[in-house]
């Protein structure tokens, strides 16, 4: 996903990475007219949504084995994702 406000229905919960470590993690629930105002991934080491956005940064190191199965299974839902829109001619 190019863009956090891309697939947004009404809300989109964020994981916001502020310090390079997996440990410490704020969230936040936004509206997809907020998600656009306020760009909440900016400023991020690393960015993690309910919408199939994520942002990681070079910097931050490799997550735990927990977060990667997490961080995995988001990018083979958005690439499924992609593939059902390619065969709707989207």
Avoid: H, Q
């Amino acid at each position: 996903m190019l863009n956090i406000g891309d697939n947004c229905t009404d809300t989109v919960e964020c994981e916001l990475y502020y310090e390079p470590a997996w440990s410490f993690v704020l969230k936040a629930s936004l509206s997809c007219a907020e998600v656009a105002a306020k760009k909440p991934c900016f400023g991020t080491f690393a960015c993690v949504c309910d919408n199939d956005y994520k942002s990681i940064s070079a910097n931050m190191p490799e997550p735990p084995a927990e977060k990667k199965a997490e961080l995995d299974k988001l990018e083979a839902d958005a690439v499924s994702a992609d593939e059902d829109d390619d065969e709707d001619g989207i």
